[in-house]
């Protein structure tokens, strides 16, 4: 059974950074794609960005291309979303999701692990 925790939410002033991170448990970490997707209050969940389990790919949704970055470091079983230039639109509670043996994607239906969650709130 793998576990995902996440970490590094909070509040910030729009055009601040924040970096969330996505520790996870077992040891098929490293052979997993991983997404970080978000969900704001009354929407729906949404992609945000994933990355394959080398890391060597990467995809990032329009709304944050540019200014928020996905990585991971397999030697610590930890991903991360690094957010610049926040804006109050990226206002969400941050999931990061897993799945073993797979190539990253944007849809949630691909993914069999979930994180509890991280909340970031930007002021405008």
Sequence with gaps: QVQLVESGGGLVQAGGSLRLSCAASGRTFSSSAVGWFRQAPGK??????????????????????GRFTISRDN????????????KPEDTAVYYCAL?????????????????QGTQVTVSS
Excluded at 44 to 64: K, L, N, P
Excluded at 75 to 86: D, E, I, P
Excluded at 100 to 110: E, I, M, Q, S
Aim: no cysteine; proline share 2%.
């Design 44 to 65: 729906e969940r949404e992609f945000v960005a994933a990355i394959s389990w080398s890391g060597g790919v990467t995809y990032h949704s329009d709304s944050v291309k």
């Design 75 to 86: 030697a610590k079983n930890t991903a991360y979303l690094q957010m610049n230039s926040l």
């Design 99 to 115: 799945k073993h043996l797979a190539v990253p994607t944007g849809y949630d239906f691909n993914y069999d692990y979930w994180g």
